[in-house]
C-alpha cells in the first residue's frame, strides 16, 4: 500500500514523503520524491495530508464489561480509529472493576480484532473502594502498565504511598484522578460565579489542588512515577511545574474539553456540559494551555466517557459526569491550540477572556502530546507514536489540516452520542487510520 502525496510529521520533524506499507511494517520513505506504487498495491490519496504515527489515548472509558449500552470495547475502537487513534488505554472503572487477572483478560480477549490497539489499565484498589490494594503484580503481569482508580480518586494517603511502592517495583505509572472527596462534597460544578449563579453545588479547584500536591509529595518520597489525569485548575499546574523542576517523575494530562471550554458553557443547564473534574474558568483553561506549550502538560487525553441518553437526560445534580471525545479530540484540539488558533463558537465573553494571548502551539508539538508522548507513558513506544521509517509498524493516521467539519452527534460512531461540542464546526479531519498495515479508515468513512 502507498500512501501518496503526504507530508509526514514525526518526532524527526516534518518533510514531503510518500510511504510504502508492506505487510505490518513501513518498507521505504519517500522524502522528497514520489515513490511509484508496486504493482497491485493500493494507493492511499494523503494530498494536502499530514501522515503521522498513530494516535494514542491515556484514558478512554470503554464501558466493558457492564456497560454494553454506553458503548463497547469494539464501538469504542471504532470511534477511536476514526479520530485517528491506534492505541488507547481503556480505563478499568468498569463493571466489574478491571481489579483482578480475570477481568484484565476478559478485555484483552475483547480487544482481539478491534479496530485499534486496546490496552487495559489496571485499578489501584480492590472495586475502587479506596480500602486494599489491587493485585497489581498480578495485572502487570499480563501487560498492565498504569494503574488507576480514576473516576475517584485515592482519599487515603497512606494507601496511595504503598500504591506508588509497588507500582515502581513493578515498573508501572499511577494514574491519578486527583480529586478530594471531603472538599468535592456533592458539587456537580466549578464552584465560583457561575455555580454561585445556576444555584448550583460547587466543586472547588483547591479539590483537585491538594490532591496533586499530596501525591507530587509521595512520588517524591517514593521514587515512583506518577501521571495525573485530567488536569483542570491553574494551581494545579503551577505544582506540576515547580515539582517537575525539582526532579520529581511526574507527568500530566488536560483534555480537549478543558482545553477548550470554560464553566460559561453550562449557563444554559445543558447536562452535556456536565463532567469531572468540570469545566473552570477561562484563567483556569489558559493556564492548561500555557503548561502544554510549556511542557508542564505532556499529554492531551480524552477521557473519552459514553453515557446514554437516560444517564445525561435529567437534572445537573443526576447526570452522569463525563462526555465522549475520541472522535472530536484531534480536531478540536487542531481547532483551539494551532497556530494560529481558531476559536469555536462560544456562549458568552468569559469564554474568550485571555484568549488574545494565547499564540498557539506548533503541530508538531500537539501531535507530541497526542502520539509519542502518550505512548511513551504507556509503554507503548516499540509499537505507536514511533517514527514513520522502514521497519517500524505501520501504525499511522493520515490528517486533513484544512477539512471543515460540524459535529453531529447522531454520526458518531461512540455508542453514546454525549458531546458538548455538537453543532461545533472544526478545522482538521482524520482521512485515513492504519493499524499494523491495515487500513482501519479510509476517505469515505472519514468523510461522514
Ligand atoms: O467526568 C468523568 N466521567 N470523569 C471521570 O473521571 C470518570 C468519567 C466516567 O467514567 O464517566
Known amino acids: 500500500m502507498l500512501v501518496a502525496g503526504g507530508t509526514v510529521v514525526d518526532q524527526g520533524g516534518s518533510r514531503r514523503a510518500d510511504v510504502l506499507v508492506k505487510g505490518e511494517v513501513v518498507a521505504e520513505v519517500g522524502e522528497g520524491r514520489a515513490l511509484r506504487a508496486p504493482a497491485g498495491a493500493d494507493v492511499l490519496d494523503a494530498s494536502g495530508c499530514v501522515v503521522a504515527p498513530g494516535l494514542v489515548d491515556l484514558h478512554a472509558h470503554l464501558r466493558e464489561p457492564g456497560a454494553e449500552e454506553a458503548e463497547s470495547i469494539e464501538t469504542g475502537a471504532r470511534a477511536a480509529a476514526l479520530g485517528g487513534y491506534t492505541a488507547v488505554v481503556a480505563m478499568p472503572n468498569t463493571s466489574p472493576p478491571a481489579d483482578s487477572a480475570a477481568v484484565v483478560r476478559q478485555v484483552l480477549q475483547l480487544a482481539k480484532g478491534a479496530s485499534c490497539d486496546v490496552r487495559p489499565a489496571g485499578t489501584i484498589t480492590l472495586g475502587r473502594e479506596g480500602r486494599v490494594l489491587s493485585p497489581m503484580a498480578e495485572l502487570a503481569a499480563l501487560g498492565v502498565t498504569l494503574f488507576t482508580d480514576d473516576g475517584t480518586g485515592v482519599q487515603d494517603p ?15 505509572v499511577i494514574a491519578d ?13 466549578n464552584e465560583g460565579a457561575v455555580s454561585s449563579a445556576l444555584g448550583l453545588p460547587g466543586r472547588p479547584a483547591v479539590a483537585e489542588e491538594v490532591m496533586v500536591l499530596r501525591d507530587l509529595a509521595l512520588a517524591r518520597l517514593t521514587g515512583a512515577r506518577l501521571h495525573l489525569l485530567h488536569l483542570s485548575a491553574a ?4 505544582a506540576v511545574r515547580a515539582a517537575t523542576a525539582s526532579g520529581v517523575q511526574v507527568t500530566a494530562e488536560a483534555t480537549p474539553h478543558h482545553l477548550a471550554l470554560t464553566q460559561e458553557w453550562l449557563a444554559g ?3 452535556a456540559f456536565k463532567v469531572n473534574p468540570p469545566l473552570r474558568t477561562s484563567a483556569d483553561m489558559m493556564a492548561l494551555r500555557q503548561g502544554l506549550s510549556d511542557g508542564t502538560i505532556d499529554v492531551i487525553a480524552t477521557d473519552h466517557a459514553p453515557h446514554p441518553p437516560e444517564a445525561k437526560e435529567t437534572s445537573m445534580c443526576e ?6 471525545g475520541l472522535e472530536t479530540a484531534l480536531a ?5 491550540l ?17 484568549q ?6 506548533p503541530l508538531e508539538r500537539l501531535l507530541a502530546a497526542m502520539s509519542w508522548l502518550p505512548a511513551k507513558i504507556a509503554g507503548l513506544s516499540a509499537l505507536h507514536g514511533g517514527p514513520v521509517a522502514p521497519g517500524a509498524p505501520a501504525n499511522l493516521c493520515v490528517v486533513d489540516p484544512a477539512r471543515k467539519w460540524v459535529v453531529r452527534p447522531e454520526k458518531l460512531a461512540s455508542r453514546s452520542h454525549n458531546t458538548p461540542f455538537a453543532g461545533q464546526e472544526l478545522t482538521g479531519k482524520v482521512r485515513h487510520t492504519l493499524l499494523a498495515g491495515e487500513p482501519v479508515v479510509v476517505a469515505e468513512e472519514a468523510q461522514r
Open 338 to 354: 494551532l497556530d494560529p488558533p481558531g476559536s469555536l463558537s462560544s456562549p458568552g465573553r468569559d469564554n474568550e477572556a485571555g
Open 356 to 361: 488574545e494571548h494565547w499564540t498557539g502551539l
Open 235 to 238: 494551581a494545579s499546574v503551577a
Open 319 to 324: 447526570a452522569a459526569p463525563g462526555m465522549v
Open 332 to 336: 478540536v484540539s487542531m481547532t483551539v
Open 158 to 172: 497512606g494507601l496511595m504511598r504503598r500504591a506508588m511502592e509497588y507500582a515502581s517495583v513493578l515498573g508501572g
Open 269 to 271: 443547564y445543558s447536562t
Open 177 to 189: 484522578h486527583c480529586e478530594d472527596a471531603y472538599l468535592v462534597g456533592a458539587g456537580v460544578v
